[in-house]
């Protein structure tokens, strides 16, 4: 009975944030478009050639201070507008200096490139859902169940954010999907540390205690920020999301790491018969994209050809993991260590 509540319980989370992503790739060609990204301080590091904001004037190193009649920095009250919609133009005001500029902003969709890099990155996140759950539901087990969560939380990370009208729909759907992306990181470091076989440091009591405890404290701190005051829009709400991030990202580096450590210690022969050799190299095609985004990150004003299409090789890892999790249960005998 257990075990068919918790796949009942991964089936019905992995439907809902499946339908987030079918309702936001329903949507694509809805999708306003501006053309230009802005920082945290509001100050412009990319526009976009031929894009709306470049024919409105509006330049790198400008710092937007309006949009329409809301204050840019008034995060609540922007959030909980209805969403610009194409060919609507809006007033945009600069300050561009010591000089206040304001630029005229007409909304376009989404050029060609747009709508295929947003539907790459629709597909890898579906890819994490589905794969994760094939796994689960071909091998019912621990580590399966484990992926599965994973590849929720991390489809989750992917999703392009599905336009509800109800502001109260769309702070609810981001309030929900922060923490099921952050325990998406967790759920695969876990999977990690007993995949293909149980690292000696989950033997600890404290070993569940040290994985899930921090990640759930922030979480529940995000929920109840979102509740009380407006979620990422105030200082508690950002600060809790940038805690998020950093373990987002501490989590990803360790399940690395747990991989390479469970390969390195697996034999020739289980390392075939397991697929490690196909995850590994899957793996390390999966994480070049971050070459790119390391660019991004310290010279945003660069803009690599064809950025928006290097997610896409993220497919490879949740295919190559929930195949190197079905062909474990299948190859192990049960006891059998399956290292040196």
Known sequence: MTHSMTRFGVGVAAALVGTLQILS??????????GYLADSSRVVRQVAPGSPAERAGI????RITR????AADDTRAFDAQPRAQIGESREIAIDRGNQQVVAHLTYEGLPAMGVIGYLASSLTGISFLAFGVWAMARIPRASTTLLALAGIGLGA???????????????????????????????LLHFTLVFPSPKRLTASRFALPA??????????????????GGGRSNGLGASLLTAALVVVILAFALS?????????RATSSLRSAWGLNVLLASIVLGLAPIIATAVALIAPQVMLPGSEFYDVVWVLIPFALARAAILQARAAAPGQAGSR
């Open 211 to 228: 994985i899930y405890g921090l990640p759930a404290l922030i979480a529940a701190g995000y929920l109840l920020a979102a509740w009380f």
């Open 256 to 264: 690395v790491v747990a991989l390479a450590h469970g390969y390195a």
């Open 67 to 70: 949009i329409g009649s809301i």
């Open 59 to 62: 330049t790198v190193g400008d």
């Open 25 to 34: 790739v329903v949507q694509v060609r809805d999708h306003p478009y501006a």
């Open 157 to 187: 990370a992917f999703v392009n954010m599905p336009y509800f009208e109800s502001p109260t729909a769309r702070a609810v759907q981001d309030a929900l999907l922060v923490p099921i992306a952050l325990f998406g990181f967790v759920f």
